[in-house]
């Protein structure tokens, strides 16, 4: 796959077919229409495009600085990588892209710069200043310049939409596995290894704190998870604690895992992990001793249930 991080710099010698969106999560919904698109650029001889914009527009025009992704833009690179696609193109989401008309954008962004032959595109997508235009307009585009468009009907979309929706709670009410059925890959979290409190370790359990630089990021709800991550090569398992950490009177979250069966210095790394499953809420307790025997069980129920995957 061929990245661009700006339509100008696309190598635009073959045609292409091109679908443009967020695909925040590039679930499962999402793989269906990428397999189609790249179905369609081998039939047709086409290079597979998909034209996608960051920031989000919603974080650029309504500064909406809350907004939420299953996927920092990294995290969506890497998942596209592995689809087939030959071209993915990340263009600026700014104020000043956002005031093009339609036509403008049409001509500068589809025809001029992505050589467009075929557009695959929800029925709903609009387009262009304030939105204006629709995909019929897209169409009698297409008429003038040369390019088919082919809709995703209603029923698609909503099966894509729907899911991505219900990601988003999922994680938000802690349903990893859930989550992870509608993704098709486990729900992932990248960042750099931090220095905490160094409690961890005088608690027998040295936890890498984690730290998301990607504020945009959506951390599933408070709680201890299951997890693995590789690191240096090697697949290792964990225990996750997402929370304030009460029972030392935290107050900011902190995202630490203790990994089984290892004994390494992680400061700095950069690590993704991976999250499986579940285990309870994050408690306040009474004394240290009770937060380490927890602790010692959470370790016990994570060790059985990775024995039981293979
Ligand atoms: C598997 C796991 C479960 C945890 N559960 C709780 C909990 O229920 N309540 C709590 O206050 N802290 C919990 N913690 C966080 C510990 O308080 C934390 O690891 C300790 O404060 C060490 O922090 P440090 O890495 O910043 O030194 C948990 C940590 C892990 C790894
Ligand atoms: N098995 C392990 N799992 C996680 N971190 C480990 C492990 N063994 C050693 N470490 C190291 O110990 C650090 C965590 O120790 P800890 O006492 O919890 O300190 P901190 O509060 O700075 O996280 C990790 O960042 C990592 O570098």
Redesign the pocket.
């Known amino acids: 796959m061929k990245r661009y991080t700006d339509a100008k710099t696309y190598d635009n010698q073959t045609p292409s077919v091109v679908t443009i969106g967020t695909f925040d999560g590039v679930h499962i919904g999402h793989k269906k229409i990428i397999d189609r698109l790249i179905e369609s650029a081998q039939k047709n001889g086409l290079d597979s495009v998909i034209l996608t914009f960051f920031p989000h527009p919603r974080m650029v025009l309504q500064q909406d600085s809350n907004i939420k992704l299953i996927n920092t833009i990294d995290e969506r690179i890497q998942i596209l990588e592995k689809t087939g696609l030959t071209s993915l193109v990340i263009h600026p989401f700014t104020q000043e892209f956002s005031r093009l008309t339609a036509g403008e954008y049409v001509q500068q962004m589809l025809v001029d710069r992505l050589n467009v032959r075929h557009v695959i595109i929800g029925y709903d997508h609009r387009f262009g200043r304030n939105r204006n235009s629709n995909i019929t307009d897209l169409a009698s585009y297409g008429i003038q310049n040369d390019f088919t468009v082919e809709e995703i009907s209603k029923q698609d979309i909503d099966d894509v939409a729907v899911s991505s929706t219900k990601i988003r709670e999922a994680l938000l009410q802690g349903d990893i596995t859930r989550a992870n059925t509608f993704l098709g890959y486990e729900y992932m979290l990248t960042g750099i ?1 931090v ?8 608690l027998n359990y ?4 984690l730290y998301i630089e990607e504020k945009y990021k959506l951390i599933p709800k408070n709680g201890v998870y299951i997890v693995k991550s590789e690191i240096d090569g090697t697949i290792r398992f ?1 225990m996750m604690n997402i929370g304030t950490n009460p029972t030392v009177n935290g107050t900011q979250q902190s995202i ?4 089984f069966d ?6 700095d790394k950069k690590i993704q992990i991976q999250m499986l499953k579940r285990i309870r809420d994050e408690k306040k307790f009474d004394s240290i001793e009770q937060l380490q025997e927890a602790m010692q069980q959470d370790e016990d129920f994570s060790r059985d249930y990775i024995n039981s995957l293979v």
């Open positions: 290894v220095k905490g409190k160094e409690l961890g370790r005088k040295p936890t890498a704190n964990g630490e895992t203790h990994f290892a004994s390494f210095n992680l400061y």
